[in-house]
């Protein structure tokens, strides 16, 4: 009535196995006793808000967004940097990403830059790709470059040496 072997289904010939896969549950590998569980990926925190109440004088530097709606006297670098319609940044701006509603007097540099209709910069713009909107208002030269975030990291052209000819005696 019921064996350990199986007996061959139709188109099968003696011997073959079966090679469906087995339809039962396989219970998950359980942790060892004691062993704490792998932390679960945290969720991107909300982006810093600067109010418009808000003056700042020193630099600001992160590794997540920042909302400016306030007045910066110094320099900003973050991940996604957007400048408030209300917002006046006196220094220079980098990020990956910029949004510009407001008015930002400086170096603005981004892999992706856009200044929309209400935005007001004095100053140049290094990007990698960039928007302006009709009605922006800009003062300054713009930048294509493939790395922008890199430019102006103390990086100097070497000087090129003058190299005075051998004078020949005789």
């Known amino acids: ?29 359980q942790p060892p006793t004691g062993a704490t569980p792998a ?3 945290r969720a991107k925190p ?9 003056t700042i004088t020193g630099n600001i530097r992160t590794s997540g967004d920042v909302q400016v ?3 910066i006297e110094g320099d900003i ?8 319609e209300t917002a006046t940044i006196n220094g220079e701006v980098v990020a990956d990403d910029i949004v510009v509603n407001g008015h930002v ?17 004095e100053g140049d713009i290094i990007h990698k790709t960039i928007a302006i909107e ?6 300054g030269s713009v930048q294509r470059k493939e790395d922008p975030l890199n430019e102006g990291k103390g990086q100097q052209r070497p ?4 190299q005075q000819a051998p004078v020949a005696e005789g």
């Open 77 to 84: 670098h973050a991940h996604l940097l957007t400048v408030g």
């Open 105 to 121: 007097i400086g170096r603005v540099r981004g892999l992706k830059v856009r200044l929309t209709s209400t935005a007001k910069v």
């Open 1 to 29: 009535m019921f064996s350990k072997n199986r007996t061959p289904e139709t188109g099968q010939k003696p011997g073959e196995t079966d090679k469906t896969p087995d339809p039962r549950p396989t219970a998950a590998p």
């Open 159 to 162: 000087v090129p040496q003058k």
């Open 46 to 54: 909300p982006a810093s808000v600067l109010s418009s109440d808000l």
């Open 134 to 139: 009709s009605g922006a208002h800009f003062e």
């Open 69 to 71: 709606e306030g007045q």
């Open 39 to 41: 932390p679960a990926p």
